[in-house]
Protein backbone atom coordinates (compact mmCIF):
# COMPACT_ATOMS: atom_id res chain seq x y z
CA UNK A 1 0.00 0.00 0.00
CA UNK A 2 1.33 3.27 -0.76
CA UNK A 3 1.51 5.58 1.79
CA UNK A 4 2.06 9.30 2.72
CA UNK A 5 4.57 9.42 5.89
CA UNK A 6 4.17 13.52 6.70
CA UNK A 7 2.67 16.30 4.94
CA UNK A 8 4.64 19.89 5.14
CA UNK A 9 3.47 23.45 3.84
CA UNK A 10 5.61 26.29 4.14
CA UNK A 11 5.71 29.64 3.59
CA UNK A 12 6.91 31.76 1.09
CA UNK A 13 10.09 32.93 3.38
CA UNK A 14 10.64 29.24 4.49
CA UNK A 15 8.64 29.33 7.84
CA UNK A 16 6.77 25.41 8.71
CA UNK A 17 3.05 26.43 8.83
CA UNK A 18 1.61 23.44 8.58
CA UNK A 19 3.24 20.17 9.76
CA UNK A 20 1.17 16.68 9.96
CA UNK A 21 2.36 12.94 10.23
CA UNK A 22 0.61 10.19 8.81
CA UNK A 23 2.28 7.26 10.66
CA UNK A 24 5.73 7.32 9.33
CA UNK A 25 7.87 4.56 11.58
CA UNK A 26 10.23 7.44 13.22
CA UNK A 27 7.93 9.97 14.78
CA UNK A 28 9.66 13.39 14.67
CA UNK A 29 9.53 16.10 17.26
CA UNK A 30 8.78 19.79 16.30
CA UNK A 31 12.46 20.83 16.28
CA UNK A 32 13.31 18.02 13.63
CA UNK A 33 10.23 19.06 11.39
CA UNK A 34 10.94 22.94 11.37
CA UNK A 35 14.62 21.62 10.29
CA UNK A 36 13.30 19.72 7.61
CA UNK A 37 11.75 22.08 6.43
CA UNK A 38 13.79 25.01 6.70
CA UNK A 39 16.53 22.36 4.42
CA UNK A 40 14.06 21.57 1.95
CA UNK A 41 13.09 25.38 1.32
CA UNK A 42 17.00 26.28 1.21
CA UNK A 43 17.25 23.19 -0.93
CA UNK A 44 14.70 24.62 -3.61
CA UNK A 45 15.64 27.68 -3.73
CA UNK A 46 19.64 26.69 -4.35
CA UNK A 47 18.10 24.59 -7.02
CA UNK A 48 16.01 27.23 -8.83
CA UNK A 49 19.50 29.22 -8.73
CA UNK A 50 21.93 26.55 -9.62
CA UNK A 51 19.84 25.13 -12.47
CA UNK A 52 21.20 24.92 -16.19
CA UNK A 53 17.33 25.20 -17.39
CA UNK A 54 15.85 28.75 -17.47
CA UNK A 55 12.78 29.08 -16.06
CA UNK A 56 13.31 25.91 -13.57
CA UNK A 57 11.13 25.75 -10.69
CA UNK A 58 13.03 24.07 -8.55
CA UNK A 59 12.86 20.58 -7.17
CA UNK A 60 9.74 18.36 -7.75
CA UNK A 61 10.69 15.03 -6.49
CA UNK A 62 13.48 14.15 -4.82
CA UNK A 63 13.92 9.88 -4.69
CA UNK A 64 15.52 8.01 -2.21
CA UNK A 65 16.23 4.45 -1.68
CA UNK A 66 13.69 4.27 1.68
CA UNK A 67 11.00 7.19 0.72
CA UNK A 68 10.01 9.72 -2.28
CA UNK A 69 9.73 13.48 -1.24
CA UNK A 70 7.35 15.34 -3.84
CA UNK A 71 6.86 18.68 -3.59
CA UNK A 72 4.20 21.71 -5.25
CA UNK A 73 4.97 25.04 -4.96
CA UNK A 74 1.99 27.56 -5.56
CA UNK A 75 2.31 30.75 -7.46
CA UNK A 76 2.85 32.45 -4.33
CA UNK A 77 5.76 30.84 -2.89
CA UNK A 78 3.85 28.63 -0.63
CA UNK A 79 5.27 24.93 -0.86
CA UNK A 80 3.85 22.03 0.37
CA UNK A 81 5.63 18.79 0.51
CA UNK A 82 4.57 15.04 1.43
CA UNK A 83 7.04 12.21 2.13
CA UNK A 84 5.37 8.86 0.91
CA UNK A 85 6.73 5.57 0.38
CA UNK A 86 9.20 5.11 -2.98
CA UNK A 87 7.51 5.04 -6.52
CA UNK A 88 4.28 6.05 -5.54
CA UNK A 89 2.30 7.29 -8.51
CA UNK A 90 0.44 10.73 -9.04
CA UNK A 91 1.25 12.71 -6.05
CA UNK A 92 1.32 15.90 -8.21
CA UNK A 93 -2.48 15.37 -8.20
CA UNK A 94 -2.79 14.74 -4.54
CA UNK A 95 -0.67 18.01 -3.67
CA UNK A 96 -2.82 20.26 -6.08
CA UNK A 97 -5.69 18.99 -4.51
CA UNK A 98 -4.17 20.10 -1.20
CA UNK A 99 -3.70 23.35 -2.38
CA UNK A 100 -7.18 23.90 -3.24
CA UNK A 101 -8.44 22.79 0.19
CA UNK A 102 -5.96 25.16 1.64
CA UNK A 103 -7.62 27.72 -1.04
CA UNK A 104 -10.74 26.78 0.36
CA UNK A 105 -10.44 26.11 4.06
CA UNK A 106 -7.75 28.44 4.85
CA UNK A 107 -7.21 31.56 2.79
CA UNK A 108 -11.28 31.76 2.97
CA UNK A 109 -11.23 32.11 6.26
CA UNK A 110 -11.58 35.32 7.52
CA UNK A 111 -9.50 34.89 11.47
CA UNK A 112 -6.58 33.13 9.52
CA UNK A 113 -3.30 35.40 9.30
CA UNK A 114 -1.01 34.81 6.21
CA UNK A 115 2.25 33.66 6.87
CA UNK A 116 1.29 31.85 10.38
CA UNK A 117 0.79 28.53 11.33
CA UNK A 118 -2.27 26.83 10.46
CA UNK A 119 -4.77 25.63 13.31
CA UNK A 120 -8.55 25.06 10.94
CA UNK A 121 -9.77 21.45 11.96
CA UNK A 122 -11.89 21.32 8.59
CA UNK A 123 -8.62 21.94 6.61
CA UNK A 124 -7.30 18.74 8.68
CA UNK A 125 -10.24 17.03 8.57
CA UNK A 126 -10.47 17.50 4.53
CA UNK A 127 -6.91 16.81 4.07
CA UNK A 128 -7.33 13.10 5.89
CA UNK A 129 -10.37 12.18 4.17
CA UNK A 130 -8.29 13.21 0.74
CA UNK A 131 -5.01 11.20 1.91
CA UNK A 132 -7.91 7.85 2.83
CA UNK A 133 -9.37 8.38 -0.55
CA UNK A 134 -6.18 8.18 -2.11
CA UNK A 135 -5.08 5.08 -0.63
CA UNK A 136 -8.56 3.14 -1.46
CA UNK A 137 -7.93 4.17 -4.93
CA UNK A 138 -4.61 3.24 -4.81
CA UNK A 139 -5.21 -0.31 -3.37
CA UNK A 140 -8.16 -0.73 -5.74
CA UNK A 141 -5.79 -0.56 -8.53
Not at 59 to 73: G, P, R, S, T, V
Not at 103 to 131: G, H, W
Request: include cysteine; glycine fraction near 6%.
Amino acid sequence: MAAIYNLYIINKSGGLIFYKDYGSAGRMDTNDSLRVASLWHSMHAISQQLSPVLGCAGIDLLEADNFDLHCFQSLTGTKFFVVCEPGTLHMENLLKYMYELYTDYVLKNPFYEMEMPIRCELFEISLSQAIQKDRVALLGR
